[in-house]
């Protein structure tokens, strides 16, 4: 029998890991906080230009569709470095993404129409990067409202990973909405589709491996 003084005192692993978790769930969180504020102070400088509505569209459309890829990149992140704590930030990220795109959404209803839901009927029936961004929002509205763990329970695992999948085509309809927006200057938008093809690509490489093997 061991003595006191000699006997193993198993670490608290567990509360560790909790910690841990805790400390990369906030560093995440005030991270993709951090725009907010960026945006806050470039309004109160007076840094938004000629023309801050659309200053303040463009930034919170630029920021849904870089944190929405950010989302899309844990699991690729896991796959080709190991990296398991992106998989578990990503339920927060993909709500951050969503609040930026209802952020964005909500600039244009509210302060560049005014309410004025004929002509934002209008915009969606005959402005195409207007019609695939409404739709990119209804997916992301609907992985929102399924993001909490009581739906994986009342949909079933299969169901609520089916409809979770949506979040390449979000991506894919953010990506064209960037390129129909802006026309003529397009380095950025297609940027934002190479670094999407490169994280669908990873996945599909290792899933194509997996059925193989």
């Known amino acids: 029998m061991a003595s006191p003084m000699t006997a193993t005192i198993t670490p608290p692993w567990g509360l560790n890991l909790r910690k841990s978790y805790r400390a990369q769930w906030w560093l995440v969180f005030v991270a ?5 504020w960026w945006l806050a102070y470039l309004a109160f400088s007076g840094g938004l230009g000629a023309n ?3 200053a303040i569209n463009r930034f919170f459309g630029d920021w849904a569709l870089r944190t929405l890829l950010i989302a ?3 699991t690729p992140a896991k796959i080709v470095f190991g990296w398991v704590w992106p998989v578990r930030m990503r339920r927060m990220i993909g709500l951050w993404a969503f609040a930026y795109v209802a952020l964005h959404l909500s600039n244009y209803i509210v ?5 004025d839901f ?3 009927w209008k915009d ?23 993001s909490w763990n009581g739906a994986i329970k009342r949909m079933g695992a299969k169901a609520w990973k089916r409809l979770h999948k949506l979040v390449y085509m979000a991506g894919a309809l953010g990506c064209l909405h960037y390129i129909w927006m802006v026309k003529a200057d397009t380095f950025d938008p297609l940027v934002h589709l190479g670094i999407l093809a490169l994280l669908l690509g990873v996945r599909a490489v290792h899933l194509g491996r997996k059925m193989w093997a």
């Open 52 to 54: 801050p509505i659309e």
């Open 32 to 36: 993709l906080s951090l725009p907010l």
């Open 124 to 146: 969606i029936v005959k402005r195409k990067f207007i019609t695939v961004g409404m739709i990119a929002f209804v997916i992301l509205s609907m992985l929102a409202a399924t």
């Open 72 to 74: 899309l990149a844990a």
């Open 111 to 115: 302060i560049d129409q005014f309410f």
């Open 118 to 120: 004929s002509e934002i």
